[in-house]
């Protein structure tokens, strides 16, 4: 985005990443950033909708320490198995797990409240079914943990285990959108697979810190809005695995609202906490 946008703006863009505690740090930072238009968040929907019902304290308030901008790009998952189980549907799948001892089945995530340990959670609450966490520190100690077999279902963000779909090295069950995936065509949905109302999506986008005056928000708005329709753009996240999100900034902050509403009663009734 950085290079069309610049042009637009008339304005150097510097990315300054700032890594850690869960995407905390960075959206903290803006947070208390002067709100002036020229700091900009490329905020992750974990750090506006999880979070804050993750952590017992934050150095930010979503709902009053920011204003929307413009909705960028989302990604889903993919509810993947090791090779070794034989259910070739998410109905099979939870009747399988339904009937085993418990214990038997156990499913990995990239963390304690990551969005891949947030979907089982709430396919857990759907289906009835129990089975144990198994965190690791990133995706990829994840995958690996699925095709040796030390876990045996995994909700995978998708592009990251298109490969391994492919090669056959784990099985592809459903995807947690609300439409298939262009890449998995074959592979349903979960809404498909019998769960309707079943949307575990992750979504970037830009805010700004609250208070940045209405003039300055709307032309970064008009800007992104631009950059967001170039082609090359576009393909340059559907390279990462993101489908370009053609929203609103009132349905960005609609997202923010319920997503918020779902994963609190979610990580309540699961007891789960930050490490």
């Given at each position: 985005m950085?290079?069309?946008?610049?042009?637009?703006?008339?304005?150097?863009?510097?990315?300054?990443?700032r890594?850690?505690a869960?995407?905390?740090?960075?959206?903290?930072?803006?947070?208390h950033?002067?709100?002036d238009g020229?700091?900009?968040?490329y905020?992750?929907s974990?750090a506006?909708?999880?979070n804050p019902?993750?952590?017992?304290r934050?150095g930010f308030?979503?709902?009053?320490?920011f204003t929307?901008?413009?909705?960028?790009?989302?990604?889903?998952?993919?509810?993947?198995?090791?090779?070794?189980v034989?259910?070739?549907?998410?109905?099979?799948?939870?009747a399988?797990?339904k009937a085993?001892?418990?214990?038997?089945?156990?499913?990995a995530?990239?963390g304690?409240g990551?969005?891949?340990?947030?979907?089982?959670?709430?396919?857990k609450v759907?289906t009835?079914?129990?089975?144990v966490?198994v965190p690791?520190?990133?995706?990829?100690p994840a995958?690996?943990?699925?095709?040796s077999?030390e876990?045996?279902l995994y909700f995978?963000?998708l592009?990251s285990?298109?490969p391994?779909?492919?090669?056959?090295?784990?099985k592809?069950?459903?995807?947690?959108?609300?439409?298939?995936s262009?890449?998995?065509?074959?592979?349903?949905?979960?809404q498909?697979?019998?769960?309707?109302g079943?949307?575990?999506?992750a979504?970037?986008?830009i805010?700004?810190?609250?208070?940045?005056p209405?003039?300055?928000?709307e032309?970064?708005?008009?800007?992104i809005?631009?950059v967001?329709?170039?082609?090359?753009v576009?393909?340059?996240?559907?390279?990462?695995?993101?489908?370009?999100m053609?929203?609103t900034?009132?349905?960005m902050?609609?997202?923010?609202?319920?997503?918020?509403?779902?994963?609190s009663?979610i990580?309540k009734?699961a007891?789960?906490?930050?490490?």
């Amino acid at each position: 985005m950085a290079p069309q946008l610049s042009q637009l703006l008339g304005q150097s863009i510097v990315i300054d990443n700032r890594p850690g505690a869960n995407n905390n740090i960075a959206t903290e930072l803006v947070a208390h950033a002067p709100a002036d238009g020229y700091t900009l968040l490329y905020a992750y929907s974990a750090a506006l909708a999880v979070n804050p019902s993750l952590y017992e304290r934050l150095g930010f308030d979503p709902q009053k320490d920011f204003t929307s901008v413009q909705p960028l790009a989302s990604f889903q998952f993919i509810l993947v198995l090791n090779k070794s189980v034989t259910a070739s549907s998410v109905k099979e799948l939870v009747a399988q797990m339904k009937a085993a001892k418990p214990g038997t089945y156990q499913y990995a995530s990239a963390g304690v409240g990551s969005p891949n340990h947030l979907a089982a959670e709430l396919f857990k609450v759907r289906t009835g079914v129990d089975f144990v966490h198994v965190p690791y520190k990133s995706g990829g100690p994840a995958t690996i943990s699925l095709i040796s077999g030390e876990t045996k279902l995994y909700f995978a963000s998708l592009s990251s285990v298109i490969p391994q779909v492919n090669s056959g090295q784990m099985k592809a069950l459903a995807v947690t959108g609300p439409k298939r995936s262009s890449e998995l065509p074959n592979v349903p949905t979960m809404q498909e697979s019998g769960y309707p109302g079943f949307d575990v999506t992750a979504w970037h986008g830009i805010v700004v810190p609250a208070g940045t005056p209405k003039p300055v928000v709307e032309r970064l708005n008009r800007e992104i809005v631009k950059v967001m329709a170039s082609p090359e753009v576009e393909e340059g996240f559907r390279r990462q695995g993101l489908d370009v999100m053609h929203e609103t900034t009132a349905q960005m902050n609609a997202r923010i609202k319920s997503e918020t509403a779902l994963w609190s009663k979610i990580i309540k009734d699961a007891g789960i906490k930050a490490e």
